[in-house]
Nanobody, 124 residues
Framework: QVQLVESGGGLVQTGGSLRLSCVASGFTWDRYHLGWYRQAPGKEREGVACISVSDNKTYYPDSVKSRFTVSRDNAKNTMYLQMNSLRPGDPGIYYC?????????????????WGKGATVIVSS
């Protein structure tokens, strides 16, 4: 059974940093593209990062580029999202997901399996 579990969410001040983790089980981790999404109340889900399976190439939308960094540790079945310079527009529930493809900022239709999410709150 595929399981993805996010952790590391919390409350941070504007300009601060958080690192999210995603631990996977139940499937062969290193055969999948991986990604992060977020959804704020009243807003559509947005893909914020993906990392490819073969060469660890990464993609981000302009809204987070140069502030967020995705990485993966295949030996630990774990993916990370380092978030720096957090802004009032960044809060939401952050989900990790396995993806069908990673050739640009991830879209909803790229998602295959996803976790229950971790909540990020940014205070001003």
């Amino acid at each position: 059974q595929v399981q993805l579990v996010e952790s590391g969410g919390g409350l941070v001040q504007t300009g601060g940093s958080l690192r999210l983790s995603c631990v996977a089980s139940g499937f062969t981790w290193d055969r999948y593209h991986l990604g992060w999404y977020r959804q704020a109340p009243g807003k559509e889900r947005e893909g914020v990062a993906c990392i490819s399976v073969s060469d660890n190439k990464t993609y981000y939308p302009d809204s987070v580029k140069s502030r967020f960094t995705v990485s993966r540790d295949n030996a630990k079945n774990t993916m990370y999202l380092q978030m720096n310079s957090l802004r009032p527009g960044d809060p939401g529930i952050y989900y990790c997901a396995t993806l069908r493809r990673c050739a640009g900022p991830p879209a909803d239709y790229d998602m295959d399996h996803w976790g229950k999410g971790a909540t990020v709150i940014v205070s001003s």
